[in-house]
């Protein structure tokens, strides 16, 4: 979203659902696409992911009307309303991935942290697509709580915003996810990809110095329904097996462990630590290549990445294994594509993919078939903001 072209946009749908638009301001939250680390965050992993140009704002002033502080929410892309009083915060019945439960989790999760919430008129525009892997759950969390601190006057450390926006997708929807998401979308910048220790939760800049080179999504179009209870299966074999290991997390365990315990673990387990330990080692070769631009490198720790996660950790599908497919089939006849990967949680949802930038046009027309979500060309951007609309 460009804040200067929308502007106009923004403020007379704002005007449209609250009567005026005096005094607006507006929290930018950009989604993210992660290169790679996948599945390796909630095991106190190293990710590598970046902000992308697609973001979610949440237009918002002052309540205006006396009375007990209130929270008003619209969405405009999904064209539905949400109101509750800041006061008593609870979860929205019927359906924990209604986009209302993280705008209500988001304010809930301030308020457990001592946010005195303030009431307010909250307007949501987005042009991120929904479960194409670009996080726009995150980055509606990011910009909400952005929106509600500016509210109620307060600031808040980036990563603690980033837990209390972790926290209201495990209460609030259910998903056990890990802290990379909420965590670029939050302290991205611009050209950089982020490397996080999700262990010491240590944030790297990592510059992307890739001479006509660009990261490019591929979207399959498809979100398979299993989506969030395999992935909540997936973080509990991992603990199971670390726990076997005697360790708390698998971020302590070794190759050696993995060997001395093989017995021990069931197959699926052996499976799971093998692409945790081996794929938080790509992020570090990954991390290095990308500083040297080194194209060959980075294509080849994609497609390692992809076939781990396919084989060992299971979470692609399909659809995702064909547009990896034909992104390669393509790059056969001219050279363009490196690597690519799943991106994300898996089971649906996009391709993350390296390209010569001038060969994208072709690219997305070649895959529209197998990518029926969409294909988009990726600017690193920068995290979420605040300013005056
Ligand atoms: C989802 C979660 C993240 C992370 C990825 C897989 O996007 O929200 O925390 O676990 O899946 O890497």
Not at 9 to 17: I, N, V
Not at 63 to 85: I, Y
Not at 121 to 145: C, F, Q, W
């Amino acid at each position: 979203m460009n804040l200067k072209s929308d502007k106009k946009r923004l403020l007379a749908l704002f005007k449209k659902q609250y009567g005026s638009a005096e005094g607006v301001h507006v929290a930018l939250a950009p989604g993210r696409s992660n290169l790679i680390g996948e599945h390796t965050d909630y095991n106190n992993g190293l990710v590598l992911p970046i902000a992308v140009n697609r973001h979610t704002a949440v237009l918002f002033r002052p309540q205006q009307k006396a009375g007990a502080p209130t929270v008003r929410v619209h969405s405009e892309t999904l064209g539905s309303s949400d109101e509750f009083g800041v006061d008593a915060i609870k979860p929205l019945k019927g359906g924990e991935n209604h986009w209302a439960n993280y705008v209500r989790g988001t304010a809930w999760a301030l308020a457990k942290r001592g946010i005195k919430l303030k009431g307010g008129d909250l307007l949501i525009s987005s042009d991120l697509p929904r479960g194409a892997g670009l996080s726009s759950s995150a980055s509606l969390e990011v910009a909400t709580g952005l929106a509600l601190l500016s509210l109620a006057g307060r600031d808040m450390d980036r990563q603690a915003l980033a837990f209390a926006c972790q926290e209201a997708e495990h209460v609030y929807a259910g998903v056990r996810c890990g802290i990379m998401d909420q965590t670029v979308v939050a302290r991205a910048r611009p050209g950089h990809a982020l490397m996080l220790d999700c262990d010491s939760i240590a944030v790297r800049h990592v510059p992307i110095q890739l001479k006509g080179y660009s990261f490019a999504i591929f979207d399959t179009g498809v979100r398979h329904k299993l989506a969030s209870s395999e992935y909540n299966k997936r973080r509990s074999e991992c603990e199971h097996a670390a726990a076997l290991m005697k360790h708390k997390t698998l971020r302590g365990v070794g190759f050696e462990d993995l060997a001395k315990y093989a017995g021990k673990m069931n197959a699926n387990e052996n499976k799971r630590v093998r692409h945790v330990l081996t794929e938080n080692m790509r992020v570090v070769q990954f991390a290095a290549a990308l500083e040297r631009g080194d194209v060959e490198e980075l294509g080849r720790l994609l497609h390692l990445s992809h076939m781990s996660l396919s084989q060992d950790y299971e979470v692609s599908c399909a659809e995702l294994d064909l547009v990896v497919m034909e992104l390669a089939k393509q790059s056969s006849k001219d050279h363009a594509c490196p690597g690519s990967r799943m991106t994300g949680g898996g089971f649906g949802g996009a391709v993350v993919a390296l390209l010569k930038s001038s060969a994208f046009p072709a690219y997305a027309k070649a895959l529209k078939k197998s990518a029926k979500g969409g294909s988009l060309l990726l600017e690193p951007g920068e995290g979420a903001l605040v300013q005056k609309l």
